[in-house]
């Protein structure tokens, strides 16, 4: 399955804990993108992510949370010291060319529930 | 003032019905739009795209286009159980995507 894949697929932390969630992108993809999902909203746009580059932190809340797309291995989201309204559906998305129209395809999410 | 708005539903058709599920943006400079699908606890996947006023028919599927009235729509022609889902509209805005909350669709055999 060449499709773009992401762990852990559940994810359960005390507040105050740290997160890590990793994306690998589809195979020939270079570009990630970071979504997170609360209950009853919509796919809100985290971060845009090249390969050792940060294109687009935007939407990434300024504490607490960073995300790296190393040369090596898969992106990873981060989430410092986690409180409960972190718990949500995280999905990565990614796409062939930085193109904003070319086509993003999604992982299938991690679920995050802070206790 | 959301970028994306849908209505939530829940939208019910019996099979075989038409489903029409609508979007209206606010960024009259949008000029990309897609349709996911997205089944419950699952990712979403891209149904269709469409970036010129008009309509584009994939299958059962029709994207609606109007940018003077800043809205599009979807059409789901002889909806099937399979088809019960979420479906997200997302606009190209700046150079972001930006998402709707989703309108849940029912298909009732």
């Known amino acids: 399955n060449a499709g773009v894949m992401q762990n852990p697929r559940h994810l359960v932390r005390r507040r105050g804990q740290e997160a890590r969630l990793r994306c690998s992108p589809m195979?020939?993809?270079?570009?990630v993108y970071w979504y997170r999902q609360l209950p009853e909203e919509g796919l809100k746009f985290m971060v845009y992510?090249?390969?050792?580059?940060?294109?687009?932190e935007s939407g990434m809340p300024k504490e607490r949370f960073s995300a790296e797309f190393p040369k090596e291995g898969p992106s990873i989201l981060r989430i410092q010291q986690v409180v409960r309204g972190d718990s949500a559906a995280y999905f990565c998305?990614?796409?062939?060319?930085?193109?904003?129209?070319?086509?993003?395809?999604f992982g299938p999410g991690t679920r995050l529930t802070v206790l | 003032q959301k970028e994306v708005e849908q209505n939530s539903g829940p939208l019910s058709v019996p099979e075989g019905a038409i489903a029409s599920l609508n979007c209206t943006y606010s960024?009259?400079?949008?000029?990309?739009f897609f349709w996911y699908r997205q089944y419950s606890g699952k990712s979403p996947e891209l149904i269709m795209s469409?970036?010129?006023?008009g309509d584009k028919e994939d299958g059962r599927f029709t994207a609606q286009l109007n940018k003077a009235s800043q809205y599009v729509s979807l059409l789901i022609r002889d909806s099937q159980p399979s088809d019960s889902a979420t479906y997200l509209c997302?606009?190209?805005?700046?150079?972001?995507?930006?998402f709707g909350t989703g309108t849940s669709l029912t298909v009732i055999p």
């Open positions: 998305a990614s796409s062939h060319s930085q193109v904003i129209t070319d086509t993003q395809y």
């Open positions: 992510l090249q390969k050792e580059n940060i294109i687009d």
């Open positions: 960024d009259r400079g949008s000029q990309s």
């Open positions: 469409i970036y010129s006023n």
């Open positions: 997302a606009v190209i805005s700046g150079n972001q995507f930006y």
């Open positions: 195979k020939g993809h270079s570009h």
